[in-house]
């Protein structure tokens, strides 16, 4: 079944504390995406990689970090996690073929930072 | 500076009857206008999207109506279901740097009383 995992699903965590969410996605798709989701905001980009050892800044990069060291998985990292951190985050792939520009997107995970 | 606006925040429509979600764009480089279905405890999945060339695309009973001069497209459910109670949320695409970069609206919370 083709699919993008998210792990964990769930975290509560301190001020602090380093913490990675990892992600990976088994279609083979070279562009692969973090958003973040708040009430009142939709969804706003963190960071996105086109393809292996290439990531560049979305809309909203501050506090985070994020590595694509193999096609399938691009983890993100928050160094210093801080309670304006605490959000809904998912990680979406998509192949970079002009004729598909459908997301798909990872079932989520809901962070806490206290 | 929201580039993507999206109205109502939330929407309550009896079954059987039309739900109407709205948005707007800025950026005329926007090729692409997708809308993205949540439901409860899972990730957005494309619903229906549009390009500009074309002023409406209907699937089943989801139809998208797109003004270019007026720079406002919206997502009509005909008939609506109680399974169609999901957050909805509209986006606008253009191709940068090889990969085509979403930008969403707030989010619609649709819900459909029986």
């Known amino acids: 079944e083709a699919q993008v995992t998210q792990n964990p699903r769930y975290l509560i965590t301190v001020t602090g504390k380093k913490l990675t969410v990892t992600c990976s996605q088994n279609?083979?798709?070279?562009?692969m995406s973090w958003y973040r989701q708040d009430p009142g905001l939709g969804l706003r980009q963190i960071y996105y990689?086109?393809?292996?050892?290439?990531?560049d800044k979305g809309d909203v990069p501050e506090g985070y970090k994020v590595s694509r060291k193999e096609k399938r998985n691009f983890p993100l990292i928050l160094e210093s996690p801080s309670p304006n951190q605490t959000s809904l985050y998912f990680c979406?792939?998509?192949?970079?073929?002009?004729?598909?520009?459908?997301?798909?997107f990872g079932p989520g995970t809901r962070l806490t930072v206290t | 500076q929201q580039q993507v606006k999206q109205s109502p925040q939330s929407l309550i429509v009896q079954k059987g009857g039309i739900s109407i979600i709205n948005c707007a764009y800025e950026?005329?480089?926007?090729?692409?206008f997708p809308w993205y279905q949540q439901f409860p405890g899972k990730g957005p999945a494309l619903l229906i999207a549009?390009?500009?060339?074309?002023s409406e695309k209907k699937e089943g009973r989801f139809t998208i109506s797109f003004n270019k001069s007026a720079k406002q497209f919206s997502l009509h459910i005909m008939d609506s279901q109680p399974g169609d109670s999901a957050t909805y949320f509209c986006?606008?695409?253009?191709?940068?740097?090889?990969?085509?970069?979403?930008?969403f609206g707030q989010g619609t919370r649709l819900t459909i009383n029986p």
């Open positions: 549009i390009r500009p060339d074309v």
């Open positions: 979406a792939s998509s192949s970079v073929d002009k004729s598909s520009y459908e997301q798909y």
């Open positions: 279609m083979n798709h070279e562009y």
């Open positions: 986006a606008a695409s253009r191709l940068f740097q090889g990969a085509q970069k979403l930008v």
């Open positions: 950026n005329t480089a926007f090729d692409y």
């Open positions: 990689s086109m393809n292996v050892e290439v990531t």
